[in-house]
């Protein structure tokens, strides 16, 4: 149980594994092998070529909450990292919310 975490609110309480939760910035960048291994779970737990939609409002918000610049930019290059694992409707979302906030 040391690779999960108890997620208990409101109409939900279930186990989720951490690699279902996406990047955050202080940690290694993923890596190619980090990707591939996304991609295996979203086509086998979501039946989906892309990442979830919670993760598409989760970097939404955190580039709203972007105070300086520099953190800006870093939630941008994270997010264009992961560019091959994100719907074209996501990365399209992503970047207006970008250029709301630059």
């Known amino acids: 149980m040391r690779h999960v975490v108890y997620v208990h609110g ?5 186990f ?3 690699s279902d939760f996406p990047p955050i910035l ?5 890596t190619l092998p980090d990707l591939a291994r ?8 979501w039946r989906s070529h892309y990442a979830p939609e919670f993760w ?5 918000i955190q580039l709203q909450k972007s105070q300086r610049l520099e953190q800006l930019q870093a939630w941008g290059l994270l997010i264009r990292s992961l ?5 074209e409707t996501a990365l399209v979302e992503l970047r207006q ?3 709301l906030k630059k």
């Open 16 to 18: 989720v594994s951490y």
């Open 38 to 45: 996304w991609h295996q779970r979203w086509r086998k737990g």
């Open 26 to 30: 202080g940690v290694a960048s993923p």
């Open 97 to 99: 919310a970008y250029k």
């Open 83 to 87: 560019q091959s694992g994100l719907s």
């Open 10 to 14: 409101k109409g939900v309480s279930q």
């Open 56 to 60: 598409t409002q989760f970097y939404q």
